[in-house]
C-alpha cells in the first residue's frame, strides 16, 4: 500500500481555471483530467490524503466523481470544506480530520501552511497556497497546479527530506 498527497482539486470551482491558470478549457475537461491522473498513480489499496479545498458542487456532483477516484480518501478539511461531516463522508470520503495530521513523526499534512517553532524539528506539506510556493525548506506544497494535477507519492517527499 503506497501512501499520496495532493490539495485544492476545487471541483466544480469554475472561477479557479482562470485565477490560478489552469489549462483547462472546461470544468469538465479538468476533472476528467484530475480523475485520470489520480487513478493512474492510485490503486485501490493505496491511501490518498486529500489536503483540503475538495469541491464547491453539489452531493451528487462531487459523489459522482469521488466515487470513481480509486485509494482510501482522507479529507483534512480546508477553508471552503464547510460542509458537514457526514456530507463528505456520503460521499464517498473515507475520513473526514479537522485538525493537521502528523505523518511518519516528521511531517504536518495540513491544509495551509503551519508557521511553527522551531521550524527545523519538521517538515510541512501543504495547500492552501495554490500556485504560490514557500521559499523555505520546511513546507512542501502539494497544491495540483504545482504536480500537473497528479497525487503525489509521499515516499517521493520523504526521499527529499532523507
Known sequence: M????LSDHHLF?????????????SLENMHKTI?????NVVTKKDKIFLLGDLSFGNKVQTQEII???NGYKILVLGNHDNRSRKW???????????YPIIYNKFYIL???????TPSIAYV????????????NVNYFNVCVENH??????????VKKYN
Request: charged residues 25%; hydrophobic residues 30%; without cysteine.
Open 2 to 5: 503506497e501512501h499520496f498527497v
Open 124 to 135: 510541512n506539506i501543504h495547500g492552501h497556497t495554490h500556485s504560490n510556493k514557500m521559499e
Open 35 to 39: 480523475i485520470k491522473n489520480h487513478n
Open 148 to 157: 500537473g494535477y497528479t497525487p503525489v507519492n509521499l515516499k517521493d517527499i
Open 110 to 116: 495540513s491544509h495551509e501552511p503551519l508557521h511553527l
Open 88 to 98: 463528505y463522508l456520503d460521499i464517498g470520503i473515507n475520513e473526514v480530520i479537522k
Open 67 to 69: 466515487e470513481q477516484m
Open 13 to 25: 470551482h469554475k472561477n479557479i481555471i482562470e485565477y490560478e491558470q489552469r489549462p483547462f478549457s
